[in-house]
Each structure stands twice: as C-alpha cells, then as structure tokens.
C-alpha cells in the first residue's frame, strides 16, 4: 500500500537546523509531488511548500522562503526537508503528504490536496 | 494568500444526528475553466496525521463512509455528516488548493 514513514523526534536548540526524512513506498516516487506541512501543538495546518521528485523543483510558502529547503533522493524515495534558524515558534509536528495527479482527456497536472500523510515527525527547539 | 474561515470551532453532537461544519473562502476557489472548487477536507484524530475525506469539494476519497457528504462552490462550502457516529468524533480542517494551500483554523466535533 502506499505509505511514507517519517524519521523520528528531534530536539534541537535555537538556531540551530533541522533535517526531517520521509520514505516512501508502494508507488512510483518520481511521480507525485511532495508537499510538507506542520502542526503546532493543539493548533492547525500550516503548509511549508512541494517538491517534485521528478524535475527537482520546489515551491515554498512565502513565510519560509529563504530558512527551508526541500530535496529528495530518488535512489531511496526519499524526500527531506530541512529547516535552518530554528527558534521555539518552530516547535511543531512536521508531516510529509503524497499530492495528487488530476487527469483530463489531454493532460495531467499536479494537485494540492493530500493523501496519503506521514505519521509525523516532532521537532522540539528548546534551550 | 486565500484565507479560509471555519465555523463553529467547536460542535457538539448526538450519536445518530447531523452535524454540520462550514468553511468560507476570502476569495472564490471555483476554477472557471473546468468549473471545479479547489477545496478538499479533512478528518484528524488525535495524535493520528490528517486523513482526506472529500475533494473537487463534494468527490467522497475511496473508502470514506457516504454519511460523509461535501456541498458549496465559490466561497461557501459544508460538510455534513448526515448520522454521527462515535468514530466520527475528531477535528475537520477545510483546505484549498486554488493557490498555495492554506487550511481552515479547524472544527472540533465531539459527542453531545
């Protein structure tokens, strides 16, 4: 079945950075985008950008724009988020999500509605 | 960005009832070419990762119950779960997709 399993928690101190895995499998990786999200404790869905494994290319929310980056390994199905000059509004539950591909008669495009999910990975940045 | 606003933040329910949960949109995410909202929802347990429930705004993922219906276009939309079930109790998050994605604040539906 497809699945993608996250690496596990992390505590890091202020400042510092934060690289988070997301293997995937059950599913030809190059094809579908890569979009990461975050989730504060008791608080919302806050989306941090895509990847598509296949071309490289990457789209991140504007908030983050400059303090995350998103790769991929195609060699593994992995795909990696890192997070640099961390401070504690960066506490917070980091999923990766399989997008979707939407075919019409004459082409397919890459969607941004999500499934599956990681099981999430907790970062924790604390002095 | 399109800023989504959820309403009740929180609803409390009888087994076997309706619940309703609405999501407005600060701007239409109704594509005009292909005449499809760009709208998907969400169920999250706790300490579970979003799970998808609905997509095009009213397409039911494969497998999710049909109690679970998605209803709305433009900048209004509803989901209804016609008869809730204990399994049912979670947050709901709308999201759009017309634009980088943002998520609704969430819904919290409990048993009444």
């Known amino acids: 079945q497809v699945q993608l399993v996250q690496s596990g928690a992390e505590v890091k101190k202020p400042g510092a950075s934060v690289k988070v895995s997301c293997k995937a499998s059950g599913y030809i990786f190059i094809s579908y985008e890569i979009n990461w999200v975050r989730q504060a404790a008791g608080q919302g869905l806050e989306w941090m950008g895509w990847?598509?494994?296949?071309?490289?290319?990457?789209g991140y929310a504007q908030k983050f724009q400059g303090r995350v980056t998103m790769t991929t390994d195609t060699s593994k199905s992995t795909a990696y988020m890192e997070l640099s000059s961390l401070t504690s509004e960066d506490t917070a539950v980091y999923y990766c999500?399989?997008?979707?591909?939407?075919?019409?008669?004459?082409?397919?495009?890459?969607?941004?509605?999500?499934?599956?999910w990681g099981q999430g990975s907790l970062v924790t940045v604390s002095s | 960005d399109i800023v989504m606003i959820q309403s009740p933040d929180s609803l409390a329910v009888s087994l076997g009832e309706r619940a309703t949960i609405n999501c407005k949109s600060s701007?239409?995410?109704?594509?005009?070419?292909?005449?499809?909202?760009?709208l998907a929802w969400y169920q999250q347990k706790p300490g579970q990762p979003p799970k998808l429930l609905i997509y095009w705004a009213s397409t039911r993922e494969s497998g999710v119950p049909d109690r679970f219906r998605g209803s709305g276009s433009g900048t209004d939309f509803t989901l209804t779960i016609s008869s809730l079930e204990a399994e049912d109790v979670a947050a709901y998050y709308c999201?759009?997709?017309?634009?980088?994605?943002?998520f609704g604040q969430g819904t919290r539906l409990q048993i009444k």
């Open positions: 999201q759009q997709y017309y634009t980088n994605p943002t």
């Open positions: 999500a399989r997008g979707k591909v939407y075919c019409t008669t004459s082409n397919c495009h890459m969607m941004k509605w999500f499934d599956p």
């Open positions: 990847i598509n494994p296949n071309s490289g290319d990457t």
């Open positions: 701007q239409s995410v109704l594509y005009s070419s292909n005449n499809k909202n760009y």
